[in-house]
């Protein structure tokens, strides 16, 4: 360790592989920590010679930073953005000690009147800082450029814009996420099959779903590898339309053997394919129950994770570090993109994500 650095508690924390909560509660004798563990902190505070006075004395000025979130709404219990929350909320939980506190605004996906309207929320509550998933572009630039009026520090996960003065971004590399599956794609097809680009949002320009359809595109056209890639936009997710413009599709695309899903619906298609015994190899994201189970049906062939939950948990972070130990973080911080088979699935839905306290431990 860096001797002209000041230790924290963080690093107390990674030594004896604890919570940043659980020395805490050593450091101001609240309990309900066990006798080993607190032995082990107290030895870790004396080798490390750590000094207390700095957290101390700020949590000593009783002043809260209050963070708000604004997220697309769950559609269930099992969806995309259930993840990404219950990361931010339950670390939000763990610095509670610290003065946080957490207040989460949903917005519907499917109308940008919505995203307006929380987003008027969110500046009503007179936030410290926001996550935010700026999945509109026109209107997110519009928050965007009310949050800096107020100074209010921001953090972009799973999607971004360019040129912003976000705090960070936390989550995947898009583009790379569009050439990982075309090269998955690539070993699973013959180099004269076709394949189908499947968007299903309202708009891909108001999303970055265009940007992984570049990264998927990028890979083919640096190849030799000569094939018919199309795209077809569904902007909704019932399963009548799904069925009516897929149907339309394949009626004048017989040929079509691939099928890339640029979000986390991918099962919506896989049903199709399932109820036409349609022989198309498929490639999405994200590990959700109904995909999961698509993948298990044969129907599914990659999926590739996105480590939602760990998105969440990190804007936290970023932002209690911002707030406490005036540390800006690292502009860009991507997530790894974890590829998943029908073999290997059972192992990732038994995984636990790492808790907030071992991750922050070790970080």
């Keep these: 360790m860096d001797k002209s650095r000041r230790t924290t508690i963080q690093d107390i924390a990674k030594f004896v592989n604890v919570s940043i909560g659980t020395v805490d509660r050593v450091i101001h004798n609240r309990g309900n920590v066990s006798p080993d563990k607190k032995k082990k902190i107290l030895e870790a505070i004396k080798i490390l010679n ?16 209050h963070i708000c979130s604004l997220l697309p709404c769950p559609a269930s219990k099992n969806s995309f953005w259930q993840l990404p929350k219950k990361g931010v909320e339950q670390t939000a939980v763990e610095y509670k000690d610290f003065g946080i506190t957490y207040t989460a605004f949903d917005y519907d996906l499917n109308k940008e009147s919505s995203f307006i309207e929380k987003t008027s ?3 009503d509550a007179n936030p410290d800082g926001v996550i935010l998933a700026p999945l509109f572009r026109e209107e997110s630039l519009l928050f965007i450029k009310k949050l800096e009026e107020k100074q209010i520090p921001y953090v972009f996960i799973d999607s971004f814009l360019p040129e912003q003065k976000n705090l960070s971004y936390i989550g995947p590399d898009l583009k790379g996420g569009g050439y990982v599956a075309a090269k998955l794609m690539s070993s699973i097809l013959k180099p004269s099959d076709d394949i189908l680009i ?5 708009s891909v320009k108001n999303s970055n779903l265009d940007i992984i359809e570049k990264g998927f595109r990028e890979y083919f056209g640096s190849t030799a590898n000569e094939r018919n890639i199309k795209s077809i936009t569904i902007p909704s997710i019932d399963e009548r339309d799904i069925n009516i413009e897929l149907t339309k599709y394949y009626l004048k695309n017989l040929d079509t053997k691939g099928v890339f899903v640029t979000n986390s619906k991918a099962s919506l298609i896989a049903k199709y394919h399932n109820i036409h015994e349609l022989p198309v190899k498929m490639i999405g994201f994200d590990l959700l129950e109904e995909n999961i189970k698509e993948m298990k049906n044969g129907t599914i062939d990659y999926l590739i994770s996105q480590r939602p939950f760990f998105q969440g948990s990190m804007a936290v972070k970023a932002l209690f570090h911002f707030f406490i130990y005036k540390k800006i973080p690292s502009k860009l911080q991507l997530v790894p993109l974890d590829i998943i088979i029908k073999e290997t699935v059972d192992y ?8 907030v306290g071992n991750f922050l431990s070790k970080n």
Excluded: C, H
């Design 50 to 65: 750590f000094n207390p006075n700095f957290l101390a004395s700020t949590l000593a000025l009783g002043k809260q930073r």
């Design 121 to 123: 929320a969110v500046l």
């Design 198 to 202: 499947v968007n299903l949002i309202k």
């Design 348 to 355: 990732y839905m038994d995984f636990k994500e790492p808790t």
